[in-house]
């Protein structure tokens, strides 16, 4: 587990006053500012972030010494992640998805699938893609509890049970 999450991005200057459009990855939008400083992935700038106004598809906000629409627009594409230990605590059930990226996944039967790639979630239910063993092919599978019964983080390890259909078929079924 890595000790930075990502909790959102800059996408580009708002305005000509150095405002900027920034996108929260947090379940509740508004919680980005609480977990002001944030820091790029390699933290070689760290960011004091202040909400001025919500937009569409994100906020208007502040960050000090930037004052230009290019200074803004300079910072456009930025990933903003905060320590994690500024993040509230989560139920058993629930993880960050920073958590679950290179996380080895294992049918049932303790076959090796692949090794998760990345976390999206598109309006419905989170999907993992997966990297699958031994290819450069990635499928979707549901994360779900019917779909992926097991996380286990300490041991860097999921269990899954995929739907069929999900996982190519190979030559010998």
Known sequence: MTDLIPVGAIAGAYGVRGELRVKSYCAVPEDIERYSPLWTEDRANQFALA?????????AARIPDVATKEDADALRGTVL?????????LPDDEFYYADLIGLEVFDTGGVLLGRV?????HGADDLLELQLAG???????PFTKSAVPTVDLASGRIVADPPLGILPQSEDS
């Open 135 to 141: 290819s450069s092919e990635t499928v979707f599978l």
């Open 81 to 89: 992640y905060a320590e994690r230990t500024q993040l509230p605590s």
């Open 117 to 121: 790639k990345t976390v999206n979630n």
């Open 51 to 59: 909400i001025l106004r919500p937009i569409k598809n994100g906020f």
